[in-house]
């Protein structure tokens, strides 16, 4: 008993972890914050380099919740205005859900830009994508993986011009930012990248 009573104080901890770790894990928080990697891209149209360092392109640091609801920019988003450095923070992310996620559409042939620009193909023009030095038809419906690079062009450019040449534009930092802490509070920054990690290093614990 005497015994018992003298490591009370660390059953009340572990016991309010395994309370933590139940609500986290049961309302979702795995989900948010488990997944957590990253991606390059370039778009060019017209042989013009579209500039995604604006600030509407990033997602606000506090924008990102470890409770409660999941809203598509919370899944896939640029941060702190780096204009190619994709997070990914949900599974089953594809490149539509992140150009969606800005305001931007595209098939095989047809690009819709969020200024309300359209661009279709023609005589002069081709709109074409480079996924991993590979032309592709349509990246729309593809998972996005780690260190995955595409890159989007629409002009006059053949494929093997971009697929060799041009695809050297496209950033390749993923590697370095799967190493980082993400500037959102999603997977990493402050007070709920603590709670997150402490509960994540618990659920490994529990299962792995
Ligand atoms: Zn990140
Ligand atoms: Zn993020």
């Known amino acids: 008993m005497k015994n018992f009573l003298k490591y009370l104080k660390y059953w009340v901890v572990f016991l309010l972890l395994l309370t933590l ?7 979702g928080g ?3 914050s488990a997944p957590h990697f990253h991606a390059n891209f370039a778009l060019y149209i017209d042989g013009k380099r579209y500039d995604f360092s604006l600030d509407k392109y990033s997602q606000d640091i506090a924008g990102c919740r470890a409770w409660g609801t999941l809203y598509a920019k919370d899944r ?15 599974d089953g992310v594809t490149w539509w859900d992140f150009f969606k996620n800005n305001n ?8 819709v830009m969020d200024d309300g620009n359209i661009y279709t193909n023609n005589e002069k023009n081709t709109l074409r994508f480079i996924l991993n030095w590979e032309p592709v038809s349509d990246p729309y419906n593809v998972l996005i993986r780690t260190k995955d690079r595409l890159l989007i062009n629409y002009g006059t450019e053949s494929a093997d011009e ?3 040449w041009k695809f050297l534009d496209v950033s390749d930092n993923a590697e370095e930012y799967n190493k980082k802490d993400d500037p959102g509070s999603c997977s990493g ?12 290093n618990l659920h490994k614990i529990m299962w792995h």
Request: no cysteine; net charge negative; aromatic share 18%.
């Open 104 to 111: 931007i559409l595209f098939n095989e042939t047809l690009l």
């Open 189 to 200: 920054g402050h007070g709920a990248w603590f709670f997150s990690s402490l509960m994540q």
């Open 76 to 90: 896939v988003h640029l941060h702190e205005n780096n204009p190619d450095t994709i997070h990914i923070h949900h």
């Open 30 to 32: 795995m989900g948010h």
């Open 21 to 27: 770790y139940f609500f986290w894990y049961t309302h």
């Open 162 to 164: 971009l697929s060799l």
